[in-house]
Every structure is written in C-alpha cells, then in structure tokens.
C-alpha cells in the first residue's frame, strides 16, 4: 500500500499510544499538513508551541527509552506517529486541523545529513562556544546585480541554519557578529535594514527558539540601537532567560575594544572605590569585566568571505580560538557548510601551548581516528 494511504489508514485506527503519548481524541485528526519523511527524531515534534516528546529515537521494534507522558490540553491537534520503519528511522506525520501549526523541534535533522550530523555530535570534540563572522552579504547581492540588502536578507536564512544546526548538535554556545560599532559608518537605509531585519528576527523567531531552549542574550553597546529593538531584545532575553540549550548571542554595536575599554574603566572606578586593589587586576579579573564573562571563550570562530582578520570581533576571547575561514559569503553558508567547519575543527590538535605528545596522552580519541570516520561519512 502507498506510503501516503498506510498513513490515512493508521489515522482511522484507534490512536496507538504505544509510544508513551497521550495522544488527541482519536477522530479529531485534520488535515495532513506536512508528509514530513524519514527523519531520526530525538527531540519530538512542536505542535502549536508544544513539543510532543523527547527522545523518539528507537531502534526497530524498540520502545523509546526516557519516555514520559505528556497531556494535550489543546484541541486543535491530533498527531500520529506511523510506527513505519525505514531504515531504522521512524516515519512520523502530523495532521493538523486548520489554523494549527507546526514546526520541528531542534533535533529533526535532513536525511542527507544524519551520518556526518550523529558522527559529530557523538564525537566529545565538538566546540563548546562557535563564534562566527558573518561576512559577504554585500558581495553577495552584488555579484547577482541585486541591492546590498537583499544580501542581508539571504544572509538571514544562513543565521537560521546556524542556529538550527548548533542547537542540534548540542552546541552550548553560538555568538554570531551581527552589526559591528563599526557598521554605524554605513550608509543610513542600509542600516536601517539591517535594525528592521533584527526586529523582524525577534518577532518571528523567539517562539521556536523558546520552544527549542535557546537562550538569547547579546553583547555590544546595545543602548545604542534603536529603542524599539532594545526593548524586543529584552523582551526576548526574559522570556528565553531560563532556558538551557544552546546561548545564542547576538554581537550588536559590538566591538572587542570598546569592550575590553569599558571594563578597564569600570575596573579603575572599583580600584577607586576600593573594591578591588591593582594586583587583583589579573586576566581572570578582566575576563570577569568582559560582557563576554558569562560564556567560554570561543573555540572555533568561523569566517566567512575569505577575509583573513578578526575585525575587532573577542578579541580578548580568541587568544586560542581555532579559525575556520571559508570563500563562501555568508548567505550561501548553511548547515552542510557548518559541518565541514566542524569536521576540520575536530581533527584540528589544540595544544594550548603544550607538545603534541603531551596533548595525546590527555586525550582519548586520536584525532586522525576522528578524521576517517568523518571523512567515511561525508563520502
Ligand atoms: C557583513 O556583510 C554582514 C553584516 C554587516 C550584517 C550581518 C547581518 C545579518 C546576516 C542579518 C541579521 C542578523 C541577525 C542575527 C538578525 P557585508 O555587508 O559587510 O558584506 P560585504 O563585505 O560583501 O560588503
């Protein structure tokens, strides 16, 4: 029977909780809104703001380990999962009735990409903190005889892969340098967009994000963007405040020596005030007066455009930053791109000053192990 009528068929049959799920009334399901395909799931599926379960990833015939219950108050969805195997892979679809919505939880990952994706995020070499600097956008547009803006615009979709592709990987932390306290220099309706671009971010992405555990902060001379984004970004930070994935910070009228000469100055008035003696000013000291204090220090920063500086991006924060630069401009920089900075991230030796052999005897996995098993996987 076709794959699409098994799944009409199972919709008619008593829903089957035999996954754990306190599924909607039998009967209630609308329409079939996404054939959603073959996908390893591990985190479950949002239906209207709600993520139906975690850790759906099962072997054939398994039933799903860590698996609670969960009650659905909402009326307006009924979801089935169509215990098809493929693969090993679960099937799932979500009807929906009219005016629900659906999106996929962080951990819904493309086919194509599951092998290199599983090797990655089971590798324990992944970066804890990816900074990026996101770079092209202008040439972007250019090269295709379109406006600056539109390349912004591209661009904004590569920032959504980004942090799809972090947060599924368990990345803890993704700095993207998003307007620069240099970038006020350009012209005035270019950065205009680009104000009207974050808060269009704001307004459409906080939900998934939120719903995804991403918490949103920023660093940079933020009292100097506009009011009205001001206040959708602290709106956004409260709501995503307590969340517990991936930190995803937004570099805003940031600058890493406008910072570092702001925290000198707020170290010399707690030096006057007593609250600190001068041999307190040690490098953990300053990393503390850093806005950067509450994340790792980048270990990988990527750039894209094939532009060989750091722009005044942490530069107190990169002293032993991996850098990945790419040709690629930033609006053709997606999730496949992300991992193959990753890839050569994690076979790169990171001896902080140490020998090699000193580095191996710390380590478990040899970086060259970690290289074939990737490099089998992209092939
Ligand atoms: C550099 O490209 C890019 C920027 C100054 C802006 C980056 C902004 C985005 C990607 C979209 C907004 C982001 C968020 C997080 C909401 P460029 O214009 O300097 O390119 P060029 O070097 O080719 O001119």
Same mark, same amino acid.
């Given at each position: 029977?076709?794959?699409?009528?098994?799944?009409?068929?199972?919709?008619?049959?008593?829903?089957?909780?035999?996954?754990?799920?306190?599924?909607?009334?039998?009967?209630?399901?609308?329409?079939?809104?996404?054939?959603?395909?073959?996908?390893?799931?591990?985190?479950?599926?949002?239906?209207?703001?709600?993520?139906?379960?975690?850790?759906?990833?099962?072997?054939?015939?398994?039933?799903?380990?860590?698996?609670?219950?969960?009650?659905?108050?909402?009326?307006?969805?009924?979801?089935?999962?169509?215990?098809?195997?493929?693969?090993?892979?679960?099937?799932?679809?979500?009807?929906?009735?009219?005016?629900?919505?659906?999106?996929?939880?962080?951990?819904?990952?493309?086919?194509?990409?599951?092998?290199?994706?599983?090797?990655?995020?089971?590798?324990?070499?992944?970066?804890?903190?990816?900074?990026?600097?996101?770079?092209?956008?202008?040439?972007?547009?250019?090269?295709?005889?379109?406006?600056?803006?539109?390349?912004?615009?591209?661009?904004?979709?590569?920032?959504?892969?980004?942090?799809?592709?972090?947060?599924?990987?368990?990345?803890?932390?993704?700095?993207?340098?998003?307007?620069?306290?240099?970038?006020?220099?350009? =012209?005035?309706?270019?950065? /205009?967009? %680009?104000?009207?671009? *974050?808060?269009? &971010?704001?307004? !459409? @992405?906080?939900?998934?994000?939120?719903?995804?555990?991403?918490?949103?902060?920023?660093?940079?001379?933020?009292?100097?963007?506009?009011?009205?984004?001001?206040?959708?970004?602290?709106?956004?930070?409260?709501?995503?405040?307590?969340?517990?994935?991936?930190?995803?910070?937004?570099?805003?009228?940031?600058?890493?020596?406008?910072?570092?000469?702001?925290?000198?100055?707020?170290?010399?008035?707690?030096?006057?005030?007593?609250?600190?003696?001068?041999?307190?000013?040690?490098?953990?000291?300053?990393?503390?007066?850093?806005?950067?204090?509450?994340?790792?220090?980048?270990?990988?920063?990527?750039?894209?455009?094939?532009?060989?500086?750091?722009?005044?991006?942490?530069?107190?924060?990169?002293?032993?930053?991996?850098?990945?630069?790419?040709?690629?401009?930033? =609006?053709?920089?997606?999730? /496949?791109? %992300?991992?193959?900075? *990753?890839?050569? &991230?994690?076979? !790169? @030796?990171?001896?902080?000053?140490?020998?090699?052999?000193?580095?191996?005897?710390?380590?478990?996995?040899?970086?060259?192990?970690?290289?074939?098993?990737?490099?089998?996987?992209?092939?």
């Amino acid at each position: 029977m076709p794959l699409r009528e098994r799944i009409n068929d199972a919709q008619q049959e008593p829903i089957n909780d035999s996954f754990g799920l306190e599924l909607g009334k039998p009967g209630l399901a609308g329409n079939l809104i996404d054939d959603i395909g073959f996908c390893d799931v591990q985190r479950g599926l949002v239906v209207n703001d709600t993520i139906l379960r975690s850790d759906l990833r099962t072997q054939p015939g398994a039933k799903p380990s860590g698996y609670g219950r969960q009650t659905y108050e909402s009326p307006l969805f009924c979801t089935n999962l169509a215990s098809n195997k493929w693969g090993g892979l679960l099937y799932l679809c979500a009807f929906v009735p009219q005016g629900g919505s659906v999106t996929w939880s962080q951990e819904v990952v493309p086919a194509e990409h599951q092998d290199i994706h599983t090797l990655l995020r089971d590798s324990e070499r992944l970066p804890r903190h990816v900074a990026m600097i996101m770079d092209g956008n202008g040439r972007w547009a250019q090269d295709r005889g379109r406006v600056r803006i539109d390349g912004h615009r591209e661009g904004m979709e590569s920032v959504r892969s980004a942090v799809k592709t972090c947060s599924q990987l368990g990345i803890r932390y993704l700095t993207l340098y998003a307007f620069s306290i240099e970038n006020w220099k350009r =012209p005035v309706p270019e950065v /205009r967009f %680009l104000m009207s671009l *974050l808060e269009s &971010y704001l307004e !459409r @992405e906080v939900d998934e994000l939120h719903a995804n555990g991403v918490r949103i902060r920023t660093i940079g001379k933020t009292n100097a963007l506009p009011k009205s984004v001001q206040r959708m970004l602290q709106t956004a930070m409260d709501r995503t405040r307590e969340n517990t994935g991936l930190t995803l910070t937004l570099a805003l009228s940031y600058g890493s020596r406008w910072d570092i000469a702001r925290a000198v100055q707020v170290m010399a008035m707690d030096v006057r005030r007593g609250k600190l003696s001068p041999e307190d000013l040690t490098e953990e000291t300053i990393t503390q007066y850093l806005q950067t204090s509450y994340m790792p220090d980048p270990d990988l920063i990527v750039r894209t455009s094939g532009e060989m500086r750091l722009s005044n991006f942490l530069m107190w924060e990169a002293a032993y930053a991996e850098i990945y630069v790419t040709e690629q401009l930033w =609006p053709d920089f997606r999730s /496949r791109d %992300l991992y193959r900075a *990753l890839s050569e &991230y994690v076979v !790169r @030796e990171r001896r902080f000053g140490k020998t090699s052999a000193q580095v191996a005897e710390s380590s478990g996995e040899s970086p060259r192990t970690t290289l074939e098993r990737i490099l089998h996987a992209l092939r």
